[in-house]
């Protein structure tokens, strides 16, 4: 390892890594996942409606229904670790820590969640404690968005900051075009065909986003085209081999299209009997992706006269998407 890959430090300072990913109920009970909507949905980068018109329909409505609707939802997903996101996040992050440390690098690494547990403030009191004046947070979104990278940049540098940490904080920004996180991505979606054969298209769903919102500017959708064209690329696929949609649309609004739901109802009446679904806008699994496609995506494509509907997992602690995040923070340290 040559020296020009050692982290900058200052004199007597330790250098720290902070995972940064959205967060999670504690645990599949009403209570839990209404205390997790109420900071998630509480975030004006999440709603962006006036907030005298948004809270009493939050608290009034929202957390008073939804949390207890959503509990079988969380329960059919939940592993014996617990939340699948929380699970696989702390793999990474295990992961990460192993291999920096391989390269000869004293560092340490953190996870948290931009809403719930572990917090932000517990994950940089914990970098703290061990001695890390400098920290480079990592946002886990590839694809830049404000409702989802910039929230999480505000809240770690307004916790460094009462920390006393703002001096020597620094982040890694997206990394949809980074080949780490391409090779991997293309790496896991050909292992698995190689050993189930391929389908006859491949459906790669992101999370949706309100029209307004890339309208006013954001590059996230831009970033989800970029995105799928390198995968596919890096797939040897011919542009009508593949789809991009958008799922976990919210309200009433005109989100980003098309929905990854009625594309799924409509792939058989248009010949696809057999379709593979990708969320590369997802590190690792959640709610969104083992319940709402691998379950709710399923039912409506069989049910709509599919023949074979399968799920490709997210990277989660896949060894080769682990080396292109070490590769990534490694480029972060240099760089900070």
């Known amino acids: ?31 839990a996942i209404r205390d997790y909507l109420a900071e998630f949905l509480s975030d004006p980068y999440v709603v962006g409606l006036p907030r005298l018109l948004w809270l009493p329909i939050l608290y009034g409505v929202v957390l008073r ?23 696989y996040s702390l793999r990474q992050a295990a992961g990460l820590a192993q291999r920096l440390t391989a390269r000869g690098l ?10 719930g547990r572990p917090s932000i403030a517990e994950a940089l009191a914990q970098l703290q404690a061990r001695g890390c004046g400098r920290v480079l947070a990592v946002p886990m979104y590839p694809q830049y968005t404000a409702s989802t990278t910039t929230t999480a940049v505000e809240a770690v540098t307004a916790q ?4 006393g940490l703002a001096d020597g904080l620094s982040f890694v920004g997206h990394f949809y075009d980074q080949p780490g ?31 307004r919102v890339v309208e006013r500017g954001d590059p996230y959708y831009r970033h989800c085209l970029e995105t799928a064209g390198l995968v ?3 797939l040897g696929l011919a542009e009508d081999q593949i789809e991009v949609s958008f799922q976990s649309r919210f309200g009433a609004g005109r989100w980003l299209e098309p929905y990854t739901l009625p594309r799924l109802q409509a792939l058989p ?5 057999a379709v593979d679904v990708v969320c590369p806008g997802f590190v690792a699994d959640c709610l969104e992706t083992l319940e709402e496609i691998n379950q709710d995506g399923r039912e409506a494509f069989l049910a709509a006269g599919g023949r074979q509907f399968r799920y490709i997992s997210a990277l989660n602690d896949d060894p080769a998407w682990l080396e292109g995040l070490t590769e990534l923070v490694e480029k972060g340290l240099r760089a900070s």
């Open 1 to 31: 390892m040559t020296s020009d890959a050692q982290p900058h430090r200052t004199s007597n300072a330790r250098t720290g890594v902070l995972l940064v990913n959205l967060g999670t109920p504690e645990a599949p009970t009403t209570q």
């Open 106 to 115: 004293d560092v340490e690494v953190a996870l948290a969640m931009r809403y």
């Open 269 to 273: 009446g248009e010949g696809v009997t």
């Open 65 to 87: 229904k939804r949390p207890a609707r959503l509990v079988p939802r969380y329960a059919g997903i939940w592993m014996d670790e617990g939340s699948p996101l929380l699970a």
């Open 181 to 211: 996180y391409l090779d991997a991505q293309a790496g896991l979606i050909l292992r698995y065909w190689q050993e189930h054969g391929r389908p006859d298209k491949l459906l790669m769903s992101f999370h949706g986003l309100p029209r």
């Open 160 to 163: 460094a900051a009462r920390m």
């Open 232 to 234: 596919r690329q890096r």
